[in-house]
């Protein structure tokens, strides 16, 4: 099993995902700028997962000793956020789950592009040492923390790190009926992000909770 940190642990992403790899097994530590919210956080998934392996801190020892850190942040914290965190991290893997998207009045979101070209390879970019993999960008948080439901979708992962990429790639698929679908390169993560505003917006025309499945593969 292994040690699983979130970053921005507390929000609806880190919360879902960190619930469901708890359910699996592996040791959570949530990630916050406040105690009292991780510790909070820490006891509603204790809630859902009883004996779960789980710890809540400061964001800076969870990316200390992690083996995999999980970047959960809005998009207006990452750069920031990593740029902080990034001689915790080091050379460790880190799964960005992160959608630039930015709110115009009434319309709904639309794609943010990083000067990197994407959140990922933003991530990359401040993080030259780390094994930065991108993922869980169609999975609907809300869903994830539902762990008494089991979960519908494919999780498109991109990286460059061939080996970091199959780890999370098997990390997708403890997830009950979640398959993984390899991305390529961390590059097609723009692809990957900017998908899901589309899917915001589905989401609102139909008030559903919408996933993607990819077919012929
Ligand atoms: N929600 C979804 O369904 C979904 C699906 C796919 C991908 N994502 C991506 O997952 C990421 C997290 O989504 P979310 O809905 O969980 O976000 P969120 O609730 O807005 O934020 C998550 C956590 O980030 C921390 N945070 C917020 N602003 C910060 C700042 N300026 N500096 C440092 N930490 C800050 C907060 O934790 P503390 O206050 O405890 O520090 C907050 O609880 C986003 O980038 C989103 O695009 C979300």
Redesign the pocket.
């Known amino acids: 099993m292994a040690r699983l940190a979130f970053i921005?642990?507390?929000?609806?992403?880190?919360?879902g995902l960190a619930t469901r790899f708890a359910k699996s097994g592996h040791a959570i530590y949530i990630g916050?700028?406040?105690e009292e919210?991780?510790a909070e956080t820490v006891a509603k998934i204790h809630e859902a997962v009883p004996g779960a392996d789980l710890y809540g801190g400061p964001?800076w020892d969870g990316a200390l000793k992690a083996d995999f850190v999980f970047v959960?942040?809005?998009?207006?914290?990452?750069a920031?956020?990593l740029t902080e965190l990034a001689e915790a991290i080091e050379d460790k893997i880190v799964v960005d789950?992160?959608?630039p998207?930015s709110f115009e009045g009434d319309d709904g979101p639309v794609a943010a592009m990083p000067e990197a070209g994407s959140?990922a390879e933003e991530a990359a970019s401040l993080l030259p040492d780390a094994k930065v993999i991108s993922a869980?960008?169609?999975?609907?948080?809300?869903q994830l923390q539902r762990v008494d439901r089991p979960m519908q979708g494919d999780v498109i992962v991109c990286g460059d790190d061939e080996p970091g990429k199959k780890k999370v790639m098997s990390l997708v698929e403890e997830i009950n009926y979640v398959r993984s679908l390899d991305g390529g390169q961390l590059r097609n993560s723009r692809y990957s992000e900017q998908l899901?505003v589309l899917l915001v917006h589905i989401n609102k025309i139909y008030k559903a909770h919408t996933g993607i499945r990819v077919t012929g593969v």
Do not use: C, I, K, Y
Request: aromatic share 2%; net charge negative.
């Open positions: 921005g642990g507390t929000g609806p992403e880190g919360t916050s700028r406040s919210r991780a964001n959960t942040v809005p998009a207006s914290a990452h920031e956020l789950t992160v959608v998207m959140a869980f960008h169609h999975l609907d948080a809300g899901t």
